[in-house]
Nanobody, 115 residues
């Protein structure tokens, strides 16, 4: 089992920044990749960013150049730095881990961007 706990969400004005954190615990060895997803009200959950065990990253086109995913293996943490936030970034952000064939999810953290 892998436990994931997100933090760092909140209310921010458009153009502002937030850094989300995801703390991983439990059977964290052999985690293949970590991801951030988001789900806005009334919309499907969408993939925001991915970081592999080797450190390769990928970001959705909608956040490319504004958001950056990173990880600190020593602290078992994954981060999402979000800059130049827009109202359409408002969503619950979820941390996700892939270990073997199993996906694990956190409970999410709410990000609200006001115009």
């Amino acid at each position: 089992q892998v436990q994931l706990v997100e933090s760092g969400g909140g209310l921010v004005q458009a153009g502002g920044s937030l850094r989300l954190s995801c703390a991983a615990s439990g059977s964290i060895f052999s985690i293949n990749a970590m991801r951030w997803y988001r789900q806005a009200p009334g919309k499907q959950r969408e993939l925001v960013a991915t970081i592999t065990s080797g450190g390769s990253t990928n970001h959705a086109d909608s956040v490319k150049g504004r958001f950056t995913i990173s990880r600190d293996n020593a602290k078992n943490m994954v981060y999402l730095q979000m800059n130049s936030l827009k109202p359409e970034d408002t969503a619950v952000y979820y941390c996700n881990a892939l270990r073997g064939a199993m996906y694990y999810w956190g409970k999410g953290t709410l990000v609200t961007v006001s115009s």
